[in-house]
Every structure is written in C-alpha cells, then in structure tokens.
C-alpha cells in the first residue's frame, strides 16, 4: 500500500502549489509515475493538511490493496477527492461558472453539514429534512441536492462506495411566487430615461435574453449587420473567458433592426476609445478595437 508524497512546486504565476505524487499501472502494464495538484500554499499551510485533504485520493490509489478497501471514508473526504480531479484549474470539461458554483455550495452548505459523516452514515430521509429546513428558495435547495448526488455519483464512478442516498432524496425546483416581468410600456419608459450607453445596454439585453457572462463576452465582430444576427461563441464570469454554458446558447441571434440602430450609434461612440469587447474596458496599450456591452461605471463621455 502506497502512501504517495507530497511536494511543494514553484508556479511562474501565483503562488507555490502542493503536488501529490505516486505510481500507478500505465498502458503497457509497467508502473508510471503520476502527479497532480492538490491546492495552493495559500489554502494547505503545510504538508500534514495536504496529506488529510488527499486520504480519499491515496484509497483511490490503492483500490486493488485489500487493506484500503474497508476503511470508511467522510463526505468531507470524497469532497476533496472529487474537488482534485473534477474542479481543478486545468480541467476543461467543465466551465469556470460551474466550478465556482460547486465549489460554492460545496463549502457553504454540504461540508458544514455533512463533512464529518461517514458515507455509509448518510441517509436519504436526513438529507430531505435537512433540505426543507433552509431559508432558502426551492430552485436553490435543488441544485444543492444536484450537487451532493454528483458527488455521490463521483464516488461510485470510483469506487469508493456502493450507493447514492441521494437519488431518493425529493426536492422541487419549482418557483414559490411568479417573478416580475417588465411590461412593454414600462421598458420604453426605461430605454427613454437612459444615456446612449445604459440604453443599449438594457436594450441589448431585453431583446437578445442572452446571459450575463455572455453579453459580456461579446465582441463587434460578433454583430452581423449585412446578415443581422448576433453569433454568440463565448462568455466571461469572474474575468474568466470561457464556452457558452450549452451548446443550444451559441445559436445566432437574431438582431432587431431597432437594436441594431443603437449598436450603430453606440459604435460611433467607441471608435475613439477603440475597445475589442462591449463592456470591458482595456489598458490604454491594448485599446485596439471598440468594445460593445457599454460598462454602467465608465464614463459616457468616449
């Protein structure tokens, strides 16, 4: 049974991360040497809590040793197991707004909660109690409830458990009272108080429905005037640029000739300034396109 070893490794960017290393079969049946980044020395002071945060990971490599397979594990524990291969920074199948999300909910509401359980310990019925008693909305719960079965699914995926709890675990999504919605009258009403650059902000967004990340990913050589449509390739959350969420959401938009007027006026108006992206505003020095999603705390003067 190996225990692996933990090693500290300079970054060019950043701070030092801690490496956990160990040997495993390759393709060709002849043992590898294996590594992978457990967290920064700003999150791990020293190489004991490097060696508890990764317990989970040296029973997943050490699956075929009987002596590993009947320790117990916490939730806490497949936390940081799913955590090291699932939401680490060079991971790509899943976007940054979704890793941030798990990690979120992850650390605020499941650890706290359920960390210290045993896995074999939690029980379907404790965790629907558990879900019904927090102040917060039903679409909220339901996504924290996604998120433990995923990480339930991860360990199975592994084999560091034999069941999902929380596939019988019932919580809906569905909304308490109806949101408000913005009615055609008072929308105008809006767009005619607002300066150029607010109005195509807010006009952008009613009548495109894209999302936020993505409204602030886009660039002028996203907006076909001569085809009106609006391709939408990329979004930024947290100034981290990255894929639409689906696949349904890089779809071309089509580009209302009453948008597409204020675009123009609003490009007239970043000419000067030459910004790629609509609402970011760049450093003097790399100001070499127009930018379009217009920022509320820029001035309106270009």
């Known amino acids: 049974m190996q225990n692996g070893s933990i090693m500290r490794a300079e970054r060019r960017r950043g701070p030092d991360v801690w490496e956990y290393r160990w040997r495993e079969p390759g393709a060709d049946g002849k043992r590898k040497h294996r590594r992978m ?7 791990f002071v020293d190489k004991s809590a490097v060696f508890r945060a990764t317990s989970a990971l040296r029973r997943d490599v050490n699956m075929s040793d009987v002596r590993s397979k009947g320790k117990p594990i916490t939730l806490s524990q497949l936390a940081d197991h799913y955590s090291q291969r699932e939401l680490a920074a060079n991971n790509r199948w899943k976007t940054h707004s979704t890793k941030l999300g798990y990690r979120g909910y992850l650390r605020k509401w499941i650890i706290p909660r359920w960390g210290g ?8 019925g404790e965790i629907e109690l558990w879900l019904r008693s927090l102040p917060l909305a039903r679409s909220t719960c339901a996504k924290i409830r996604n998120v433990m079965s995923v990480l339930f699914n991860h360990g199975l995926r592994h084999e560091l458990l034999d069941r999902n709890p929380v596939q019988w675990v019932r919580q809906s999504a569905k909304r ?68 639409c969420k689906t696949e349904a959401s890089q779809k071309p938009v089509p580009l209302d000739p009453v948008l597409a007027r204020t675009l123009r006026i609003w490009q007239a108006h970043t000419k000067v300034q030459g910004c790629e992206r609509l609402g970011l505003r760049q450093p003097a020095k790399r100001r070499a396109k127009a930018v379009l999603v217009p920022v509320a705390h820029e001035k309106s003067n270009p």
């Open 37 to 43: 980044v457990v967290g920064s020395v700003n999150q």
């Open 117 to 124: 359980y045993t896995l074999t310990a939690i029980r379907a």
């Open 176 to 243: 308490k009272k109806i949101p408000a919605v913005l009615e055609i009258e008072e929308v105008q009403v809006l767009l005619g108080a607002l300066d150029v650059r607010e109005r195509t902000m807010v006009l952008l967004d009613v009548v495109t429905g894209l999302r936020a990340s993505e409204l602030f990913g886009l660039k002028w050589t996203d907006i076909n005037f001569k085809k009106n449509e609006i391709s939408v390739t990329r979004s930024i959350v947290m100034q981290v640029v990255g894929p």
